[in-house]
């Protein structure tokens, strides 16, 4: 049976992945540096995923997580106008900049006087003002992830047989269709040569971030229409394979739980956007579960039109095209409680240890759990 890994989006809640990879080798489940058969991941994800397929090792791509920074993910975006950049930069402080590279001090001192004592209604004004005189694309530049990640990623060895199957997803800009890149074929062949501007394809949040263009095409996050991509994965494996799924987002959880968990509601512009994206993911994810179900519904009724067949000799019964298999639910891996928003934007080495312990112990939980119930299923039988 092969297997496979799916990542889930989620920003600088990424670091999650990596606790729950070094729980998957300790327990056998994947390969330290080989990774498992198949590895599917979306914007975080895609970028985990690329690394695990370059052979990165679990230790060396959390030294990686524990080094980074906000200054090496993200910057003030370019293309916007010169007049407004003060302003944007004091807004957006807390992304832009992190304990490292000097905190909200190094921002505060850049800020004109003037600027400095905007009410709410000269602040909407001075803003309306900006968004007429220069259209521009993003709020941030990701040049700086883009030089990141090209250290990262070994694109010979992904794009080599020796890789695990890598499948990234992204959104077309033009098409909203979901478009899936692929380093392999299920016959092992070459399917498209994976490159950094797939990795930033995926990753490229609307609005957050610039969309990017690969070959003649441009593309957002993967998470717009595919935060999981379980169909990717069923398509390319087959019915005979193994999945576990990494969310960042407790994704069973009863919602008044959640409205618990949640606690208030955002408290600005910031938190609301993340808040949105959690919605949204989650949302992602529950409908590909319900695909799956039905998808093995239809496989469990093919197969009963292909025995009425052979015992009734009525060809008319059998399946028309190619039959479906079904396919093993795959075992969630996820947190219990929802992560804080800022989480998602938060690139320090404190949140990171952080969530390398809370993504292994998750992990742990779920899979024990699987055992105990399949040992418990053997003794019932």
């Known amino acids: 049976m092969k297997k496979a890994l799916v ?3 989620g920003g600088g809640r990424g670091a999650y992945h990596v606790g729950v990879m070094q729980a998957l080798v300790e327990r056998g489940w994947m390969a330290d540096g080989q990774g498992p058969d198949i590895i599917a991941g979306t ?3 895609a970028v985990n995923a690329g690394a695990i397929a370059s052979g990165m090792t679990i230790a060396d791509l959390e030294q990686r997580w524990k080094h980074m920074h906000s200054e090496d993910v993200h910057r003030l975006s370019n293309d916007m106008p010169a007049i407004s950049r003060p302003l944007m930069r004091f807004i957006l402080r807390s992304i832009l900049t992190s304990k490292a590279g000097g905190g909200e001090e190094q921002i505060e001192d850049e800020l004109p006087e003037a600027d400095r004592q905007l009410g709410s209604v000269d602040l909407f ?9 220069t259209p521009f694309r993003s709020l941030l530049d990701t040049t700086p992830w883009r030089q990141t990640l090209s250290r990262w990623m070994d ?14 997803t992204a ?5 909203g269709t979901l478009k ?4 392999h074929e299920p016959s092992g062949t070459i399917r498209d040569t994976l490159t950094i501007d797939h990795i930033m394809a995926s990753s490229s949040i609307p609005a957050i971030y610039p969309w990017t263009k690969v070959e003649e095409n441009f593309y957002w996050d993967g998470a717009v229409l595919a935060n999981t991509p379980l169909g990717p994965i069923i398509e390319h494996a087959g019915g005979d394979v193994d999945i576990i799924v990494v969310m960042m987002t407790p994704w069973d959880a009863d919602p008044e739980d959640l409205e618990e968990q949640l606690e208030d509601m955002p408290k600005d512009l910031a938190q609301a956007l993340w808040l949105t994206l959690d919605w949204a993911l989650l949302a992602s994810y529950r409908a590909s579960f319900k695909l799956l179900k039905l998808y093995n519904r239809i496989a469990d009724a093919a197969q009963k039109l292909e025995q009425a067949a052979s015992q009734t000799g009525d060809a008319s019964l059998r399946w028309q095209g190619r039959m479906p298999h079904r396919v093993p639910e795959p075992l969630v891996i996820a947190p219990k409680h929802l992560m804080p928003l800022e989480w998602i934007v938060d690139y320090e080495s404190d949140n990171h240890d952080r969530l390398f312990d809370m993504g292994y112990y998750d992990a742990i939980a779920a899979l024990d759990k699987r055992e105990n119930d399949a040992m418990l299923r ?3 039988t």
């Open 7 to 9: 990542l889930s989006g």
């Open 43 to 45: 914007s975080i994800g």
């Open 125 to 133: 004004s001075r803003l309306r003002g900006i968004f007429h005189i």
């Open 155 to 168: 694109f010979k060895r992904i794009n080599s047989p020796a890789a695990p199957t890598l499948l990234l």
């Open 171 to 175: 959104t077309d800009v033009r098409r």
């Open 180 to 183: 899936v890149f692929c380093n």
């Open 378 to 380: 053997e003794l019932l």
